[in-house]
Structures are given as structure tokens and as C-alpha cells.
């Protein structure tokens, strides 16, 4: 199973409420990352879980807050976005985090935010 | 610091065409290389990848070098078919677990 699932597919919020966006691996894999995606480019990434601990914050401001409650499951909960925050949400796991490691991508949360 | 560079898009090709996607790239190092495809509406997944000088990788008909001299990792495929329309992503990754991706490349093929 090399799947990572990620739920909702779609979301809609407004500036003034908090949601959470999910993620899930089964493979055993203890490296786990977000990123942003806006149309038409690349990936950001915006943080890095190794062995459960937040090891890389790429700047992001602290209206995304994530969590990694067990190495299985990684969470982002969203607070007080703003309109430019819209964008696809990846999540990706890899093995440990190594250099030459492929990274597993989920399909994706599509955020809108009015 | 590192950056990677793809040649700008879309790419619109006949099926059967021979398909070349340029990258190039700037690291310190040895970084390992990739390819990534992104299909329309769908997260991104590993198409292939080199980790040392001269390694080629290779998958579903494409192929990459890894080239140190040129700095280079240019995508290959003989023969397109309709279905490899997507997006596609050169990356290196020098330390840890940081990729760095390239702008993306759109590849249209047509019937």
C-alpha cells in the first residue's frame, strides 16, 4: 500500500473559521510534510514531521498550525485565513527523510477561502 | 542556494512524438534528482530518479540522466501517448528532506 489519503477533497471557509485538514499513511513511513500549491506552480513546502517532531517550519504564519499526533496521521488546522491562502494542500510522507528518499503525495485538500 | 530550471510550457505534442523536457540545475554537492508528474486534479507522484552521477532512471517509458557536467536531467520518452498529458516536475534534493522543485512543465499531447 503506497497510498496517502487526505480528507476533505474540497473546502470552503470563511475568514472568521477554524477547520483541519487530514492526512493518513499506512506505510510506516516517520518523515511527513505540507505543502501549498497555488495554480499553475510548484509545490511550497511548509513543514517537515520527523519521528513526529516538527523539524522544519518553512516561515509560514502561525494562521496554519500543524500537528502530528502519531506517526500515521498528520494534521493542519486552519484559523483566520485570508483570501490568499486559496490553493491546493499537499501532504507527502517518505521513509525517514533522507536525501534520496521518494516522497508519497495524497491527492490533495482544495481550499477556497471567502 | 539550489535552484532547479525547466523549460517553460505547454509542450503540445502528436502522439507518437519524441517527447524532451529540459532541466537543469544549481546545487552544491551531490543532490539526487527527480521527476514528478502531476495528473489534472491529483497530487504529485514519483515518475523517477537518479542519485549519483550517471545513474539513469527510467519508468513507464521515460528516461533521465543524470548528467554532473552539464548539470543536468533532461526527461525522455520515444513515443507520447495521450494519457501522459499532466504537469511535470524536475526536483533535487541536496539535504534532508528538502525538495526543490522546477516551475513545472505542461505537456499537451494530442490524438
Known amino acids: 500500500d503506497t497510498e496517502v489519503t487526505q480528507t476533505p477533497k474540497h473546502l470552503v471557509m470563511g475568514m472568521t473559521n477554524k477547520k483541519s485538514l487530514k492526512c493518513e499513511q499506512h506505510?510506516?513511513?516517520?518523515?511527513m510534510y505540507w505543502y501549498k500549491q497555488k495554480a499553475k506552480k510548484p509545490p511550497e513546502l511548509m513543514f517537515v514531521?520527523?519521528?513526529?517532531?516538527?523539524?522544519i517550519n518553512e516561515s509560514v504564519p502561525s494562521r496554519f498550525s500543524p500537528e502530528c499526533p502519531n506517526s500515521s496521521l498528520l494534521n493542519l488546522h486552519l484559523h483566520a485565513l485570508q483570501p490568499e491562502d486559496s490553493a491546493l494542500y499537499l501532504c507527502?510522507?517518505?521513509?525517514?527523510?533522507?536525501?534520496?528518499?521518494?516522497?508519497?503525495f495524497g491527492p490533495g485538500t482544495r481550499l477556497l477561502v471567502l | 542556494g539550489d535552484s532547479v530550471t525547466q523549460m517553460e510550457g505547454p509542450v503540445t505534442l502528436s502522439e507518437e512524438a519524441f517527447l524532451t523536457i529540459n532541466c537543469t540545475y544549481t546545487?552544491?554537492?551531490?543532490?539526487?534528482l527527480f521527476w514528478y508528474v502531476q495528473y489534472p486534479g491529483e497530487g504529485l507522484q514519483l515518475l523517477l530518479k537518479?542519485?549519483?552521477?550517471?545513474d539513469k532512471g527510467s519508468n513507464k517509458g521515460f528516461e533521465a540522466t543524470y548528467r554532473k557536467e552539464t548539470t543536468s536531467f533532461h526527461l525522455e520518452k520515444g513515443s507520447v501517448q495521450v494519457s501522459d498529458s499532466a504537469v511535470y516536475f524536475c526536483?533535487?534534493?541536496?539535504?534532508?528532506?528538502?525538495?526543490?522543485f522546477g516551475g513545472g512543465t505542461r505537456l499537451m499531447v494530442k490524438p
Open positions: 537518479a542519485t549519483k552521477a550517471d
Open positions: 514531521y520527523s519521528y513526529e517532531k516538527l523539524s
Open positions: 546545487a552544491t554537492g551531490y543532490p539526487s
Open positions: 526536483a533535487l534534493s541536496r539535504t534532508g528532506n528538502m525538495l526543490t
Open positions: 506505510m510506516g513511513h516517520r518523515a
Open positions: 507527502a510522507s517518505s521513509q525517514e527523510g533522507g536525501r534520496a528518499e521518494t516522497q508519497y
